[in-house]
């Protein structure tokens, strides 16, 4: 039984030739803070910014469907467990922490 990883959306450099386990957290990561639309040769890549200055349960609701729906498409080998929330309403700043298992 693989474990569940938890994957935090803070950007850290690329390494390049990396594999197994450590390879689908990069890709998870990358997908996760790359803004559909900036990628040239793919622009369906990342998740969907539309969500900006929505109220926040709308916010989270979106975030999780795209998530899901990219990791489903781009990181097969990521299967998506749980999407826990950090919030503040008052700044009005929300950051995913996403769990995943993965299977290689």
């Not at 959306?9 to 386990?21: A, D, H, M, Q, R």
């Not at 998530?67 to 700043?93: C, H, N």
């Amino acid at each position: 039984m693989a474990e569940w990883l938890t994957i935090d959306t803070l950007p850290k450099e690329i390494i390049f030739g990396t594999s197994g386990v450590q390879e689908v957290i990069q890709n998870v990561k990358l997908i996760i803070m790359t803004r559909k639309g900036t990628q040239p040769l793919d622009r369906n890549f990342g998740i969907s910014y539309d969500f900006v200055d929505s109220p926040i349960p709308r916010v989270m609701a979106m975030v999780e469907q795209e998530i899901f729906m990219a990791l489903r498409k781009y990181e097969p080998r990521a299967v998506l467990k749980q999407v826990t929330w950090y919030s503040d309403p008052v700044s009005g700043i929300v950051k995913p922490n996403v769990s995943i298992q993965v299977r290689l």
